[in-house]
């Protein structure tokens, strides 16, 4: 528990840093889209890649049971996404924002960088294999609760050839044939995976820095939709897989990587499609600081 806040207490720090260089004028909105660019596209499937790349092999048994339990994972938060909201709030707009925060956790800009922290650096492996189903559904299921629109339609294959999930397929081919990369090429895409860690967390404190109060205070929905994405998604999902005899490892890992705050997708994708963005700006932002503490609280399950 103690070295689980430590590791937040760490992280939060640099996101303070991100707040502190957006007010010092340091970072802001230009920069920020840049480096967010950078760190999806480049260092964080660069990541990814690292987590197969040091001297122990991650279990190559666990490649089709990772798969396995993250879409079972997923096709359980459509419950969540789609008919939890109904209890929270009346207005068709909100329960789509609120479900997609119910729905999609920020597993690629705060979640690799916790689980290689808490579990260490191979099992960011196992992070992007479980969250290989995150990428489909954000932009089908995720976009309909969005848009208040929702249809198969809005399936788009390209998002199956993004860089992280590229990666993640590459990682997962690696550990597959056994195959080790020689130092020369595991050391500079190390290095360079490395950089996710404090840009990401940077670019969280610098967007935070830009939120007006108002937005920041919040309303009754959203600290409750916040405690059920914070605490009861992840606790369920924990209970189902270990009633179901998911072996310990997958299902804390897994149970970590859904108890990170919203996904940042949910403000651009109100910025694309015309909504109005600032109940998903609310819950993400509380999310996001509220996580410091319970994803400590979370893995006390793990002991």
């Known amino acids: 528990m103690i070295e689980n806040i430590e590791v937040m207490v760490v992280l939060f720090i640099i996101v303070l840093l991100g707040y502190t260089l957006c007010k010092l004028s340091y970072m802001g909105d230009k920069f920020d889209q840049k480096l967010s660019a950078i760190v999806i596209d480049v260092t964080c499937p660069a990541l990814i890649l690292s987590s197969v790349m040091g001297d122990r092999m991650p279990d190559r048994t666990l490649i089709l049971p990772l798969l396995g339990v993250g879409f079972l994972t997923y096709f359980v938060l459509l419950i969540f996404g789609f008919w939890v909201p109904r209890l929270i709030s009346k207005n068709h707009d909100e329960q789509g924002m609120i479900g997609f925060a119910l729905m999609f956790a920020n597993v690629g800009f705060i979640g690799y960088p916790i689980v290689s922290s808490i579990f260490g650096p191979e099992a960011v492996f196992y992070a992007a294999l479980l969250n290989m189903p995150n990428t489909f559904f954000i932009f089908t299921a ?22 992280a999930m590229i990666a993640a397929f590459l990682a997962a081919l690696l550990v597959a044939l056994g195959v080790r990369t020689p130092d020369v090429v595991g050391r500079p895409i190390t290095m360079v995976g490395a950089i996710t860690v404090p840009a990401a967390l940077m670019v969280i404190g610098s967007s935070m820095a830009r939120l007006p109060l108002r937005q920041i205070v919040g309303s009754p929905k959203v600290y409750v939709s916040s405690a059920v994405r914070l605490l009861v998604v992840p606790l369920s999902i924990y209970a189902l897989f270990r009633f179901c005899g998911v072996s310990d490892i997958v299902n804390n890992i897994n149970t970590v990587v859904i108890a990170m705050p919203v996904a940042s997708f949910g403000t651009m994708f109100c910025m694309k499609y015309g909504r109005e963005p600032s109940l998903m700006t609310e819950i993400t932002f509380v999310t996001t600081v509220a996580s410091i503490a319970t994803i400590p609280l979370v893995t006390l399950l793990f002991r």
């Open 142 to 163: 995720g976009v309909m609760l969005v848009k208040g629109e929702y249809s198969i339609k809005q399936l788009n294959p390209k998002v199956l050839f993004s860089p």
